[in-house]
């Protein structure tokens, strides 16, 4: 068994030119270049991506991605328009949950079909009845039992994604065991206490420094509230705020946890086994110190972050192979839409392996 590692030869300083190019001409354009820019972005972060001597590549046409974004946007301008004429037009969350399972196997196969190694594209063929289960109702059962059935509903997901993937005619398998996936929960339980007490620990020294400088005075320029009652306000907002932070990255050590759960239990056809060995801590620290670089250098540092997540992700991605992997074979397949992916990216939602 060969063992490949990832590798990524991109570099800041020349993806910086890519970036602020495309920054300018989206904002000269107002917006309709950013479907170039998206092409031109995953496009060199592909030819950057190695694996045994050969990068991947990305295929997606910007008028196909434009076309999605036009589509994707107008919907939810209507809808939002909808919501605010009248209340009862909250009953489309209906038809949207409906839909969703749909747009989501669309948006992965779109991304899979776009995607090549070796001149062999990937594909994805899920149904739509497995993905109502595994992205709507599991999602909802999650959060009804407090996160308790979390695990169970990535098992799901990843499964469902790992098992539905194809290289050309070969098929990826995925059986993420259970176990580990419960061993990750109860690590990021731990990571959110950790993550509470330290952020709570900066919030105090805030509240201490601003009682000498005054600010919460003048955030809350209230006569009629008693100094006290401004100060209780003012440390529910700090310990809700510390929370909803803490919670945001013990939900992003969770997933680095997943990742590896799920990579390590994925098997492409013949025997080559993928691994993933991120360190869960590392992965969160690199996100805290990039947004904070970014938010120090007012975005300037965007593409350094960038560059530096993918490097991170790539350099601790492998895969075990048990023979060449020229023994593939294409699988000629139609693209599909754009509209499902464009829409999972202006939402945010990313259900990538």
């Known amino acids: 068994m060969n063992d490949h590692e990832f590798k990524f030869t991109g570099n ?26 998206k092409v031109r972005r ?18 997606a046409r910007p008028v196909s991605i434009l076309i999605g974004r036009i589509i994707v946007v107008g919907a939810l301008l209507v809808y939002n328009l ?5 209340p009862l037009a909250a009953v489309l969350l209906i038809p949207y949950i409906i839909i969703l399972p749909w747009i989501i196997n669309k948006a992965i196969r779109f991304n899979a079909r776009v995607t090549s190694y070796r001149n062999i594209r990937f594909n994805f063929a899920g149904t739509y009845w497995r993905a109502f289960l595994v992205f709507v109702i599991m999602p909802m059962v999650a959060i009804i039992s407090f996160g308790i059935l979390g695990p169970v509903a990535s098992r799901l997901g990843q499964n469902y994604i790992g098992n539905n993937l194809k290289y050309g005619t070969a098929k990826f398998s995925t059986d993420a065991p259970l176990g580990k996936l419960y061993s990750n929960w109860g690590a990021s339980i731990g990571f959110f206490v950790v993550a509470t007490l330290g952020f709570g620990i900066i919030g105090a020294i805030v509240m201490a420094v601003d009682t000498e400088l005054g600010f919460i005075e003048q955030l809350i320029d209230n006569p009629d509230i008693e100094q006290g009652l401004k100060q209780i306000y003012a440390m529910s907002i700090t310990g809700i705020l510390v929370a909803y932070i803490a919670a945001i990255f013990s939900y992003l050590f969770y997933k680095a946890g997943v990742r590896n759960v799920a ?5 492409l056809e013949g025997g080559h086994r993928l691994v993933s060995t991120v360190s869960r801590w590392k992965y969160v620290w690199i996100l805290i110190t990039n947004l904070l670089a970014a938010l120090a ?3 300037l540092l965007r593409p350094w972050a960038a560059i530096r997540s993918w490097r991170y992700l790539a350099d601790n991605t492998s895969l075990k192979a048990a023979s060449d992997l020229t023994e593939f074979v294409e699988q000629k ?21």
């Open 12 to 37: 800041a300083k020349e993806y910086f030119g890519i970036w602020i190019v495309n920054l300018l001409l989206s904002i000269v354009t107002i917006g309709i270049y950013t479907a170039w820019a």
């Open 42 to 59: 995953v496009r060199y972060f592909y030819a950057n991506t190695w694996l045994d001597k050969h990068n991947f590549e990305y295929h």
């Open 82 to 86: 909808l919501i605010n004429l009248t």
């Open 263 to 267: 990579y390590n239990a994925t098997v």
């Open 297 to 299: 250098t007012i975005g």
């Open 333 to 353: 397949t139609p693209e599909g839409t754009a509209a499902g992916a464009e829409f999972l990216d202006i939402e945010g939602i990313d259900f990538g392996l």
